[in-house]
T-cell receptor
Framework: KNEVEQSPQNLTAQEGEFITINCSYSVGISALHWLQQHPGGGIVSLFMLSSGKKKHGRLIATINIQEKHSSLHITASHPRDSAVYICAVTRSGSRLTFGEGTQLTVNP | DAGVIQSPRHEVTEMGQEVTLRCKPISGHNSLFWYRQTMMRGLELLIYFNNNVPIDDSGMPEDRFSAKMPNASFSTLKIQPSEPRDSAVYFC??????????FGEGSRLTVL
């Protein structure tokens, strides 16, 4: 079993829909990261959080430390949000453990 | 700031050749990471440095891989000799300690 599991693996939505991507982890962590990767592109850090909730534009990330679970929400989704979203956790030190990613496609 | 700068962006080489990938982290960051991404295995940490010192190299696949960080503004990842199974995108990332990570654009390596 992977230490970091994401669901769903693939997600297709219509423009304007509210989207949720989930991440569960099985180890103690010091922080959780949400990353975005466009096709053929680089990786961008969206959020780093260790408790509560963060918001940036149409993106919201929440984490529940007790339940070892985090969600990434996208409100009013747009085709440019189509990308792979990766959940990663930091355990001791700076080492990241990655989930397998969620491929999101938003159709116009 | 220009962000994390990697070179080359693309490299095509023949099996057995030496490959050197380069990374310039963001100024002021003291942690540097080398990751490899493949379709089969996703993102994998190869090695990371804190203050130019290698901290964890357990992800380095084998002795053919080596990484150096001679100073705070430069790191190299070398593969010698290269093999077709080394074909991947290699990302460098930097952060200030265990803070937010900033990734380079990646170096796409193809070994024929």
């Amino acid at each position: 079993k992977n230490e970091v599991e994401q669901s769903p693996q693939n997600l297709t939505a219509q423009e304007g829909e509210f989207i949720t991507i989930n991440c569960s982890y099985s180890v103690g962590i010091s922080a959780l990261h949400w990353l975005q990767q466009h096709p053929g592109g680089g990786i961008v850090s969206l959020f780093m959080l260790s408790s509560g909730k963060k918001k940036h534009g149409r993106l919201i990330a929440t984490i529940n430390i007790q339940e070892k679970h985090s969600s990434l929400h996208i409100t009013a989704s747009h085709p440019r949000d189509s990308a792979v979203y990766i959940c990663a956790v930091t355990r001791s030190g700076s080492r990241l453990t990655f989930g397998e990613g969620t491929q999101l496609t938003v159709n116009p | 700031d220009a962000g994390v700068i990697q070179s080359p962006r693309h490299e095509v080489t023949e099996m057995g050749q030496e490959v050197t990938l380069r990374c310039k982290p963001i100024s002021g960051h003291n942690s540097l990471f080398w990751y490899r991404q493949t379709m089969m295995r996703g993102l994998e940490l190869l090695i990371y440095f804190n203050n130019n010192v290698p901290i964890d190299d357990s992800g380095m696949p084998e002795d053919r891989f080596s990484a150096k960080m001679p100073n705070a503004s430069f790191s190299t990842l070398k593969i010698q000799p290269s093999e077709p199974r080394d074909s991947a995108v290699y990302f460098c990332a930097s952060s200030f300690w265990a803070g937010e990570l900033f990734f380079g654009e990646g170096s796409r390596l193809t070994v024929l």
